[in-house]
Nanobody, 113 residues
Framework: QVQFVESGGGLVQPGGSLRLSCVRS????????VGWYRQAPGKQREVVAT???????FYPDSMKGRFTISRDNVKNTMYMKMNSLKPEDTAVYYC???????WGQGTPVTVSS
């Protein structure tokens, strides 16, 4: 059964940075387009960034400029570097393949002073 394990979240002050990591178990990550998602309290899960098998990154307009998605297929791991974090970035962050399959536990990010 495929499993995603996210890590790297935590408490950070506004303007700070974090780097999230996600390891996929099972079949190689290289076989899939993958993405990062987030869900804030009381809100629906939303796409933060996606990256294709070939490394093409896509960001919704609202996410452009501060987040960078990347992947290391050798390590079966994907990453997201988040800069200039804002309180509204507070959420649980998840990774998944596209289309999505089993969801992991996510990694919580809290941006607060």
């Amino acid at each position: 059964q495929v499993q995603f394990v996210e890590s790297g979240g935590g408490l950070v002050q506004p303007g700070g940075s974090l780097r999230l990591s996600c390891v996929r178990s099972g079949r190689p990550l290289s076989l899939y387009s993958v993405g990062w998602y987030r869900q804030a309290p009381g809100k629906q899960r939303e796409v933060v960034a996606t990256i294709s098998r070939g490394g093409y990154a896509f960001y919704p307009d609202s996410m452009k400029g501060r987040f960078t998605i990347s992947r290391d297929n050798v390590k079966n791991t994907m990453y997201m570097k988040m800069n200039s974090l804002k309180p509204e970035d507070t959420a649980v962050y998840y990774c998944n393949q596209i289309p999505a399959t089993n969801w992991g536990q996510g990694t919580p990010v809290t941006v607060s002073s």
